[in-house]
């Protein structure tokens, strides 16, 4: 018995490994394998193994490198340019130099407005130099800072001469405009808001086929001061999507009186990648009453900025988006005159330690900006001023009171806003080297190394499985030996 049983397992031993090991090497599709098997002396055999082991080294080196590479999470922008038919026309805010026009002020509040503007600044510029110790002092009982800025503001409707929509007249009032107060500016309007019924788009390109106002600042009503207001004079615009918040003191640009500004656009859309690739995110989820505005960075800044003030005043200052109190619906109640010193403190205290502050506003992944280009020409010419007065008597008299020109040269503001061209660019991040692209290298190099490919996996499988089966059957013989020496 234990002689047949040993000669039983010689005889697997010597029909299936050799025939099983010979098998695979000269037919698997691993390039090498089968010169080994099939060539004749050592030195023949040890010249393929070399090659073998050299090529699987590089093989090894070019991996780990690509894997390096992949790592690095690095990330490329494309730029792609699309040209459209007809465009999306942005949102635009329009706001005075002057927050209080000197006409709409009563005799009353006129010794207020001094101290407001150094007030405004300050909270603006985040300055330390203004006493608010004694506010109650300089303003009168009840007095309603809100009230008075929007009463006294720059107003749409005594201000714009003429406003155009695709060269066509079109009727620019307080219902076509949406209203904005800017703590720096005071008192914007916008035309095409999210608000509106309908988006207004723009379907020829060029100069005149947007939207064309003509303004009267009103500068002999400024109320401005070189100590604490603004030096300029003119309109401060913003071009930006219509479901952002116009940002006015980061993102305006500059009309001035007595020139007509060409405001030429171009749409640009820019895509980012999340980490690893990128920084882009959506920030954190900000309160704001009545609006869910798309986010941006420059929002987010905002609304954390307006956050902080509330935790240390319970209260907001007017001009900053509306916030709810975070246990009901109510809404944060404005800070009043006799506040703002706590709202001077809790800005400064935002300054200092905004890096310290649980305010995440991270790049938006999506987002649209545009690239404006502004040229300016002399409004109106002498010869136009001429041609009108030419439609006058010859007395010196009519022609002086029919223009001015010394006015028209001071307040009107010509500002046209148009797309240069009916095209969108696109920077989009992607990643240098995505996974897929990564397992397309290592499977090439496998193959130009090595001349492997996913079907040698298969027929490595192949051979452990019928490798597994030898070792069980030789297990099996060898309880049979046992078994047999037991009984004998």
């Known amino acids: 018995m234990e002689n047949t049983a040993e000669k039983e397992l010689n005889t697997a031993k010597n029909k299936q490994k050799p025939n099983l090991e010979y098998e695979f090497a000269t037919t698997t599709t691993l390039h090498g394998i089968s010169r080994v098997a099939e060539s004749n002396g050592a030195r023949a055999k040890t010249l393929w193994v070399l090659v073998l082991l050299i090529a699987g080294c590089f093989y090894v080196v070019v991996t780990v490198d690509r894997v390096r590479a992949y790592l690095k999470f690095d990330a490329n922008t494309n730029v792609i340019v699309e040209f459209n038919d007809t465009l999306e026309f942005p949102a635009v805010t329009i706001c005075n130099y002057n927050r209080f026009m000197n006409n709409k002020i009563s005799e009353d509040d006129t010794k207020y407005v001094r101290h407001l503007l150094e007030l405004n600044e300050d909270l603006v510029d985040y300055e330390e130099d203004f006493n608010y110790t004694h506010i109650d002092d300089l303003f009168g009982e009840g007095f309603n800072y809100t009230q008075f800025a929007l ?45 509106d019924q309908h988006s207004h788009e723009q379907s020829q390109q060029g100069i005149g086929n947007g939207l064309q106002l003509i303004v009267d600042i009103g500068q002999s009503e400024y109320t401005e001061t070189f100590k604490s207001g603004h030096l300029e004079a003119g ?48 920030g954190e989820t900000m309160a704001v009453t009545g609006d869910s505005r798309k986010y941006s960075r420059n929002t987010c800044l905002r609304i954390c900025r307006r956050d902080a003030i509330i935790e240390v005043c319970g209260c907001q200052p007017f001009g900053y988006e509306r916030a709810v109190e975070p246990d009901s619906s109510e809404l944060v109640p404005l800070c009043d005159i006799d506040r703002f010193y706590c709202v001077a403190h809790a800005l400064e205290r935002y300054r200092a330690s905004f890096s310290a502050l649980d305010c995440t506003c991270p790049v938006a992944c999506e987002y649209i900006t545009y690239e404006t280009a502004l040229s300016v020409a002399k409004y109106p010419s002498q010869s136009v001023i001429n ?18 020109a010394e006015y028209l040269d001071e307040n009107l503001v010509y500002l046209d806003v148009y797309f240069e061209e009916l095209s969108t660019i696109t920077y989009k991040q992607v990643e240098a080297l995505p996974f897929t692209a990564l397992v397309g290298d290592m499977g090439g190099q496998l193959g130009l190394f090595l001349g492997a490919s996913i079907i040698t996996g298969a027929e490595l499988l192949d051979y452990a499985i019928r490798r597994l089966k030898l070792l069980i059957l030789k297990v099996k013989s060898a309880k049979k030996i046992r078994s047999g020496l037991m009984r004998s």
């Open 151 to 195: 009463t006294t503001g720059f107003t749409l409707n005594e201000s714009v001469i003429r406003c155009d929509w695709k060269g066509v007249a079109y009727s620019c009032n307080a219902l076509n405009f949406s209203s904005y107060y800017s703590p720096s500016y005071g008192q914007c309007y916008t035309f095409n808001t999210r608000g």
């Open 235 to 282: 309109l401060k615009f913003a071009i930006h999507p219509r479901d952002e918040l116009p940002l006015i003191g980061t993102m305006g640009l500059s009309a001035a009186p007595g020139f007509h500004t060409y405001a030429s656009m171009r749409r640009v859309r820019h895509i980012n990648l999340p980490e690893p690739w990128g920084v882009c995110g959506t």
């Open 387 to 404: 041609d009108i007065l030419s439609g006058f008597p010859d007395d010196e008299a009519s022609k002086a009171g029919a223009v001015d």
